[in-house]
């Protein structure tokens, strides 16, 4: 049984930092492309980085310089590393393999990221 647990939320001032983290079972993680999404309240989920199992990554616009996307294939965990973040960047935050999400499948519960002063 697939599943991803996600971890670190919480309430943080503008221009704060949070350290996400994602631990993955059931799936073989080493050779499984991962991704981080998010979710605010009313939009669509959308992506927000993703790391190939060689750990090339890639990030949407709106995060680029600020999130850092990691993996520790070691432990079976994803991490997203969040630096100078703003209001907007307030939502449920998820991980799940590019395969997976592709189908919307595996999600797991996520974690609630809230930026308000």
């Known amino acids: 049984q697939v599943q991803f647990v996600e971890s670190g939320g919480g309430l943080v001032q503008p221009g704060g930092s949070l350290r996400l983290s994602c631990a993955a079972s059931?799936?073989?993680?080493?050779?499984?492309?991962m991704g981080w999404y998010r979710q605010a309240p009313g939009n669509q989920r959308e992506w927000v980085a993703v790391?190939?199992?060689?750990?090339?990554?890639n990030y949407d616009d709106s995060v680029k310089g600020r999130f850092t996307i990691s993996r520790d294939n070691a432990k079976n965990t994803l991490y997203l590393q969040m630096n100078s973040l703003k209001p907007e960047d307030t939502a449920i935050y998820y991980c799940?393999?590019?395969?997976?999400?592709?189908?919307?499948?595996?999600w797991g519960q996520g974690t609630q990221v809230t930026v308000s002063s």
């Open positions: 799940n393999s590019l395969p997976s999400a592709a189908q919307s499948i595996n």
């Open positions: 790391i190939s199992t060689r750990g090339g990554t």
């Open positions: 059931g799936i073989i993680f080493s050779i499984s492309p």
